[in-house]
Structures are given as structure tokens and as C-alpha cells.
């Protein structure tokens, strides 16, 4: 799923927390932060034979559940809930393209994007496109399931904060900047094609 995705979980599950815990400032966003940061390893994507950032350690289900564990050792919610999120934004990833879960180098999901075929093809798929990100970009948006779930999650992540945390309103506001960057990225793509 985009980043916007995993922010707008972030603040769901936030303000859920902020309604049984009353956390403060830098504790609401440090849930919204581990929502999403996993997917800045992006930069790294470099140290993958694929440069798929997907198959890095960070995309893998260890960096959550160690957080996840040592909240529960210290008896700490709010390293629970983070532990937690980091969890939720990975098995989400499962859904769309895939991810190496485990880390042991095969990829892991259900996959809803991509067939096994054209997953052996791929470089000839993206042979077919002017910038072969195009493929990936526009399978995801041509999906009208995901585009479904990215307006269910924005509605929820809205609902949750207005309902639960609407001191942190300002808190919602780099979702859109996100989602603005995603779709920019589709409109620029979209453009290059069919020049």
C-alpha cells in the first residue's frame, strides 16, 4: 500500500490509543511515525539484487516484533502499540505486491497485483512501458479494491481523529501531502506514457 495508507493507520490507531491511554504530543506521533516510516527504506533499495526495498530486513516482520517484545517485557503500552503498527504495516504489504516477511529471501503474500506469470515476465512487462515503474503505478490505481481502501482508511483515519483526538488535528494534515505525492507521481507517469 502508499505511504498515505500506512500514515492514515497510523492515525487511526493513535487516536484509538490517545482515547484509552490520553497520550501527549510526541507519543501520538511516534505511533503515527512507526506507521510509516518502514517504507523511507526505500533509500536502501540500492542493497537489494531486485532494488526492490521490499525484500530488506525493514520490510521484514522481525523489526516489529522485537519493538513488540520488548514493550511486552517492559510492560511499556505505548512500545506495545508501536511494536504493533510496524506488525500492521507489514502484513498490509502482503496484500498488494508482496513482501520477504521472514527475511529469507522469498517473497511472501497474497499478492493481489501481480500474477505468478507476470512475475516471471516482469522484465518483459516493464520492457513495454516507457518508464517501467508505470507498470507498478498503474496496476495499483487501476485496482478499483485498493483505490476503495485507500478512501475507507482516509475516512477512518478522519472519523478517529475528529471523534478521538481532535487536539491533534494538524497531525492529519501530512496525509494529504503524501497522497498528493503518490498522485503526482501517477499523473507524471501517465503523461510521460502517452507522449
Known sequence: MHINVHYAIGVVVASISHYFLNLNLIEYSLIIFCA?????DIVFSKYDKDNNHRNL???SI??????????LILLYPLIVICGAVLIIHILIDT???GINLFYTGKTIG??????REEEKNIKEILS????GHSFFVFRYYGSKGFVSVEV?????????????????????????????FHFYEYKKLKNIENS
Open 152 to 180: 475507507i482508511v482516509f475516512v477512518l483515519m478522519m472519523i478517529a481523529n475528529i471523534f478521538l483526538a481532535v487536539e491533534f488535528w494538524y497531525l492529519v494534515l501530512p496525509y494529504f501531502f503524501f497522497f498528493g
Open 128 to 131: 513495454n512501458y516507457k518508464v
Open 62 to 71: 522481525w523489526p516489529g516484533s522485537v519493538m513488540l517484545l520488548v514493550g
Open 57 to 59: 530486513i525493514t520490510h
Open 95 to 97: 496484500f498488494d505486491w
Open 36 to 40: 510509516f516510516i518502514i517504507d523511507f
Open 110 to 115: 497474497v499478492r493481489l497485483l501481480i500474477s
